[in-house]
């Protein structure tokens, strides 16, 4: 659902690209940061059942990589270099971003059953995604539970986590991996069902 507010980010984003410029930096640079923000994210998010302040910090990384994860397009545009090679990396980064924050979660609790039924789910979303611009239609990125969404979600369990571990006996990390195991397949189906349509 927040993936429909790319056009508000995109504005919020002028200064940011500006200062990227100044500084030299690359669309493919930033996106490699952003990559290694949410590998820092998710290590922080497995020793976090142990100290729950690294959650937090697993937060504030993935906020940042969110925030890198859009301002690599801005910036591309802005340079004029957007380019197939460059769209190819951001998505092969941000899959392994997405596989890296969740398993992050699930290892560091022991849930390896729903983190794969998590993951699944993201990675399906994803891909029938990127399925309909492969077939001809223009890139899906709608349904309940999309990537802006999900980096979103991540970040404020995240951030909550820290301080609260569980509410009414449930995990807060376990309600959020079972949301997208659910969510996530139910998205997948949502963009299948649109591209079906629009192919029929």
Excluded: C, K
Aim: net charge neutral; no cysteine.
């Amino acid at each position: 659902m927040l993936d429909q507010l790319r056009p508000v980010a995109n504005r919020a984003l002028r200064p940011f690209v500006s200062a990227s410029t100044t500084l030299g930096l690359t669309p493919n640079a930033v996106s490699i940061i952003a990559f290694v923000l949410a590998g820092g994210a998710g290590v922080a998010f497995y020793v976090a059942p142990g100290a729950p302040v690294w959650y937090l910090v697993g937060a504030v990384l993935v906020f940042l990589n969110g925030w890198l994860d859009i301002l690599d397009g801005a910036l591309a545009r802005e340079l004029g270099t957007d380019s197939p090679a460059g769209d190819l990396l951001d998505h092969v980064l941000d899959r392994y971003a997405d596989i890296i924050l969740i398993v992050g979660f699930a290892a560091g609790l022991g849930r390896f059953a729903l983190g794969l039924a998590a993951v699944t789910g993201v990675l399906m979303t994803s891909y029938l995604g990127t399925q309909a611009q492969a077939v001809g239609l223009d890139r899906v990125y709608g349904g309940l539970l999309g990537r802006a969404d999900r980096l979103a979600l991540i970040g404020i369990v995240g951030a909550l986590a820290a301080f609260v571990q569980s509410v009414g006996g449930y995990s807060l990390v376990v309600l959020l991996l079972a949301l997208f195991a659910v969510v996530g397949h139910i998205t997948a189906l949502q963009r299948f069902y649109y591209s079906w349509r629009a192919l029929s």
